[in-house]
């Protein structure tokens, strides 16, 4: 099945993820909570050392593991905005999936998805051209790769032209605004810190469909997975609050993998 992870919101299911491996002080509690972990790649935050452990660490809690590439701009996080050709974009996804797809497949697990990191991801929701470079190098990598990328955005248009399955990604510890891209982080109020209204937005999204935007708006958003930022100092008390917030819902965590194989094709081939 190409096009979006039938994660199945009728079903009453959703995929939990968070960006891990970034130095984070509770990536191993984090672990616990998560269906999904976006592992960085070492260029903007992580080395192999990291990667082997985190990948270890998930492997072992059943956690899908997912390559979480960025650019190689560590002073910024990867989240300052860089002007570089398609060519460059193919090449640093495609190095930073091959390298932690190399480090799964030496613990004995298997990569399930492909989410950009910070920047990256922002410039390709609204760049075709980065979006589709994105897309060209998961495909060529492996074409079984979930493409994880923000909901109603270039990315995820460039992933299902690119015959990948994707998973539609909203934030639970993000502001919208009324397109439907994320506040940006220069805004004062652009992350939720508190958890009851983390909790909130993602049963609005979940249940009816719709968010709240910053100027308070209402905008609809069908989502596959939802994202916790490992590297918020909030982040383990927002994600338990949601954890129970869906359990009060009977709304079941499963990752995108899991929903893939329960639905799709199985994995296509080993990364290589």
Known sequence: MNGAVDTGVRERRIDLNADLGEGG????????????????????????????????????????????????????????????????VYRL??????????????????????????????QAARNPERAAAIAQ???????SL??????????????VAHGLTVG????????YEADGSLTPRRHPDALIHDPDE?????????????LRTRDGQSIA????????????????AL???IRQALARAGIAVRSLGAARESTSRPQSKSPH
């Open 25 to 88: 002080p509770a990536d191993a509690a984090l672990l616990a909570l998560v269906s999904s972990a976006n592992i960085a790649c070492g260029a903007h935050a992580g080395d192999a050392q990291t990667m082997a452990r985190t990948v270890a660490e998930a492997a072992a809690q059943g956690v899908a593991i997912g390559a979480h590439p960025g650019y190689a701009d560590r002073e910024h996080f990867g989240r300052r905005p860089l002007d570089l050709p398609p060519e460059a």
């Open 93 to 122: 996804v495609t190095e930073q999936i091959s390298a932690l797809a190399a480090i799964t497949q030496a613990a004995g697990a298997h990569l399930v998805h492909v989410k950009p990191h910070g920047a990256l991801y922002n």
């Open 137 to 143: 190098a998961i495909r060529d990598f492996d074409p």
């Open 146 to 159: 979930v493409l994880v990328g923000l909901a109603g955005s270039a990315l995820i248009e460039a992933g």
């Open 168 to 175: 539609r990604e909203a934030f639970a510890d993000r502001r």
């Open 198 to 210: 983390a909790a909130e937005q993602v049963l609005s999204l979940l249940q009816q469909g719709h």
């Open 221 to 236: 958003m069908t989502a596959d997975t939802l994202c916790v930022h490992g590297d918020s100092p909030v982040a383990l």
């Open 239 to 241: 994600i338990r609050h």
